[in-house]
């Protein structure tokens, strides 16, 4: 897990003392399997990447968190007011409205998924030229922290859909090329905040393709350990 801020000195003894009591738990996390596909964060972290090219695979359940009753906040980052641009949003949230009936959705109720439907609600961020997995990380915080994004709690995910003018990176991967989407959490404001970055792509399926696939995957496997 990532946190933003600074933690204090008994915030890491408890910490500590949750991974002596377990010290099994960062073995678990996205641990080697065949058909994984993963990579570094730019501060060391294992995430999961999606593109339309890796094979499905089946899961396996590693014993850690599934998001039990999802809430999507679908978030517009950097500038989405052209028409074209404005017509591409409708259709990502439309996407999003059908995933409820989606076999990919109804699936997870197998996976201790408790809800029956996924309640979407729509925002807008600013964003800049280039963005890798901190800045998402600082864009998020510094919302959350202005109230322009609202604080909610481990049940929502955070879908950050980049405008064609945004670069995203990865570690040492770059969207389009490495990736298409992928998933990851960080703590911050007592929260462990889930999120999926989406890089903008010219394919409107491919573009809720992997929206999809990242958000299943965010609700299955939040943190890493759950199912994959």
């Excluded at 978030?75 to 074209?84: E, F, H, N, Y």
């Excluded at 481990?154 to 879908?159: A, D, G, P, S, W």
């Excluded at 960080?186 to 958000?215: C, I």
């Amino acid at each position: 897990m990532k946190t933003i801020g600074t933690l204090t000195v008994a915030t890491l003894i408890a910490a500590s003392a949750a991974m002596a009591a377990d010290g099994s738990r960062a073995d678990k996390i996205l641990a080697a399997k065949p058909g994984l596909v993963m990579t570094l964060d730019d501060d060391g972290g294992r995430v999961e990447l999606y593109h339309r090219s890796h094979s499905a695979r089946e899961l396996e359940y590693h014993g850690g968190a599934v998001v039990r009753e999802p809430l999507v906040e679908i978030v517009l980052v950097g500038a989405w007011d052209s028409p074209a641009l404005q017509s591409r949003a409708k259709t990502l949230r439309r996407a999003f409205d059908s995933l409820s009936a989606s076999d990919a959705f109804t699936a997870m109720h197998d996976r201790g998924v408790k809800a029956t439907a996924l309640p979407i609600t729509t925002r807008t961020l600013e964003g800049s030229a280039k963005m890798n997995d901190l800045s998402v990380q600082r864009v998020i915080d510094r919302s959350i922290e202005s109230g322009s994004l609202p604080s909610r709690d481990e049940n929502t995910i955070y879908v950050l859909f980049l405008s064609p003018q945004i670069a995203s990176t990865l570690g040492e991967k770059h969207a389009s090329t490495d990736y298409a989407s992928y998933h990851s959490h960080f703590q911050t404001h007592d929260v462990n905040v889930r999120y999926v970055v989406v890089p903008f792509d010219d394919d409107v399926k491919s573009m809720n393709d992997a929206a999809a696939a990242s958000v299943i995957r965010a609700i299955v496997n939040p943190d890493g350990d759950g199912w994959y």
